[in-house]
Every structure is written in C-alpha cells, then in structure tokens.
C-alpha cells in the first residue's frame, strides 16, 4: 500500500532563512514522489516531481527536493524563504499499478517578514 | 488553452438534495480525477477514471456516482447530499505515461445545511 505523511500541520519560517517542509512515504516498488503547492481559494499547483535520477530535484519557484531512499523521505527545501511562498504543500506518491495518486494532510508554510 | 475547468466554484445544498459537479479539461489527457479536500486530511481519492469509458472507485466513494462523458469531461454526481459531503471538491487530470504530475481545476466549495 502507498501512504504518505507530512509529519508537520505547520511550518513557521522567516524571509531569507532557509526551509524545510518534511515529506515520508511508503511504497512497495519504486517511489514516484510530486510536491504541489496550494494557494488560498486556488487549485494545486506543481512543483516538482522524483521520477529516477539525481536525488536532488529543482523545480518551480526556486524550490527542490531531497530524495533519500534509505530514511524514505522526500523533504522539500528553499535556500531564501519569501513571504509570497507562504502557503499549504502537499507531498503525494504515484502508485506503481496505477495511475493512482495517494497526497499526505498538507503543511502550512508560514513566512514572515 | 483553459487546463482544468470545474463549474459552479460555489453551491450550497439542503440536506437531500442533488447535484451534478462538472469537470471538463482541454490537454488530451487520458486520466481524470475527482478529489475532496477537507482540513487536516489533505486530500481524498473518490473517483477516477484511467480513461474514456472507465471508472473506478478510490478511497472514499460512498455517496458519489461519476460519469466519463466523453475523454475531455468527467462529472461528480451526489445523489442526495449530506453534511459529511460539506467540502472543497478537486478534479484534476494527467497523462499516465511518463510518470506525469496532475493538473488541478481550481475547485468547488460545497456547503451542505
């Protein structure tokens, strides 16, 4: 079975410090790993995804991610946080059967200027 | 090139009431989704279909019925709505091949008295 947990509601940073947003899975076969990023009253956004490869992935807005198959974690990472990043961010893994998506409850990035 | 469309973004609904949530998107994709979003819980699976003329159940499909109208719309159904269905409705759509990320329409805010 694939699950994913997001073991923080909230993430409380300051502008032009660095952030992490914690992601953990569980899958049976080889993790396909996204991070989407919601804004208030938006839909999901994508932002970047782990399909095989380097175990740093870049993607949108200045955002990556660290995939460490050993501690099965896909934490999402920002050198310089800005306030406008602030916003809730779902972790998610693909089944490996399906075309199936299994998303974790979600972390609120809280930037403060 | 609109992505991800959903009609209405608001409706509130009596108890045993029904109502049809529409989903239509314009990026060929072959697989449809329809999620609920509910605080603390991240997203939830009701439905989804891998592509034109099928459908499947995911996590939570209690109470919901889904329609593949054709390959571009996908509907969500509530055939006599109840408060536990008061929530923020998600369909999203992707191309299975490639391990492709899911484009999100910007939802439909439910409100069941």
């Known amino acids: 079975a694939q699950s994913v947990a997001q073991p923080e509601d909230q993430v409380n940073v300051a502008e032009g410090n660095p952030l992490t947003v914690k992601c953990t899975y569980s899958?049976?076969?080889?993790?396909?790993l996204f991070w989407y990023v919601q804004y208030p009253n938006r839909g999901l956004q994508f932002l970047l995804k782990y399909i095989t490869g380097d175990n740093l992935v870049k993607g949108s807005y200045g955002f990556e991610a660290e995939f460490n198959k050993s501690q099965t974690s896909f934490h999402l990472k920002k050198p310089s946080a800005l306030v406008s990043d602030s916003a809730l961010y779902f972790c998610a893994v693909r089944s490996n059967n399906f075309n199936k998506f299994y998303f974790g409850s979600g972390t609120k990035l809280n930037v403060k200027p | 090139n609109a992505g991800v469309t959903q009609t209405p973004k608001f409706q509130v609904l009596k108890t045993g009431q029904s109502m049809t949530l529409q989903c239509a998107q314009d990026m060929n994709h072959n697989s449809m989704y329809w999620y609920r979003q509910d605080p603390g819980m991240g997203l939830r699976l009701i439905y989804y279909s891998a592509s034109e003329g099928t459908t499947d159940k995911g996590e939570v499909p209690n109470g919901y019925n889904v329609s593949r109208l054709n390959k571009r719309e996908f509907s969500l159904r509530l055939e006599s709505a109840a408060p536990s269905q008061t929530s923020v409705y998600f369909c999203a759509s992707n191309s299975p091949r490639g391990y492709n990320e899911q484009f999100f329409g910007p939802g439909t805010r439910l409100t069941v008295l």
């Open positions: 899958v049976s076969g080889n993790p396909y």
